[in-house]
């Protein structure tokens, strides 16, 4: 007569492999848990990271930005339109920032004055750069230095407004240093001056803007050093 529980050992292994089953569920139930609470502890460590920049910080990244966005402008232009009369007034009012721009003005100068005192004395003083084609040269030649003057403006504008926005901590350092040197300089100029008896030998007019410079510049670094979250901003990712 056969046992009347014969299915009875593979009922018991249905059993061991559903206990199996709940038990690697219930490790990987487990698992994922852990993995939350990991995620969450790490939010919580980095909660600055999900801040925005400090408002000052902002401003500044997007005024380099907008630069580059306005030197991209002109560039177009004057590669675009090179006989335009936006071309030539852009060549004419952005020649002066022109490195040597100083030196030619003053070799045109002397230039000038030679052939005025030549005319007085009867003598004729060969005029540079009289006929067209020379003229012509030298307004090709003046608005490529334009051009390379606004690329290189806008590709290190570029990198400095990355570095703002990138947290770099170098760039923070170098504002500071650079404003508070300013800073520095104009004060002991003056306060030299003043004290030696000469005086500060500085312009009435140009007093304004020095002193707009001073309180602008004073204002970047007591910003970046003493504003509360910029150091974070800047160095809590390193």
């Known amino acids: 007569m056969e046992p009347v529980y014969k299915w009875e050992p593979i009922t018991d292994v249905y059993k061991a492999q559903a206990a199996e089953s709940v038990g690697l569920e219930t490790i990987e139930a487990e698992s994922q848990q852990k993995l939350r609470e990991i995620h969450e502890a790490v939010k919580k460590e980095n909660v600055w990271v999900e801040k925005k920049a400090p408002i000052g910080i902002r401003v500044f990244t997007w005024y380099l930005f907008c630069r580059v966005g306005c030197y991209v402008l002109l560039l177009s232009i004057l590669a675009v339109f090179p006989q335009s009369s936006a071309s030539t007034w852009l060549v004419g009012s952005l020649g002066h920032f022109l490195p040597g721009e100083d030196a030619r003005q003053e070799a045109a100068r002397q230039n ?3 052939q005025r005192d030549a005319a007085l004395q009867g ?9 067209s084609d020379s003229q012509a040269q030298k307004a090709q030649e003046a608005r490529e230095l334009v051009m390379v003057y606004l690329l290189i403006s806008a590709v290190f504008t570029g990198v400095v407004g990355f570095m703002w926005w990138n947290h770099s901590w170098k760039v923070r350092w170098v504002a500071m240093f650079y404003s508070g040197a300013f800073v520095a300089k104009a004060a002991i100029g003056y306060f030299a001056g003043v004290a030696s008896g000469v005086g500060s030998n500085i312009d009435p007019g140009e ?15 007591c910003y970046l050093a003493f504003y509360p979250d910029v150091k974070e901003w800047f160095e809590g990712q390193h």
């Open 207 to 221: 007093m304004p803007v020095l002193m707009a410079s001073i309180a602008l510049n004073g204002f970047i670094f």
């Open 112 to 114: 000038e004055e030679m």
């Open 123 to 131: 003598i004729q003083y060969p005029v540079e750069g009289g006929d």
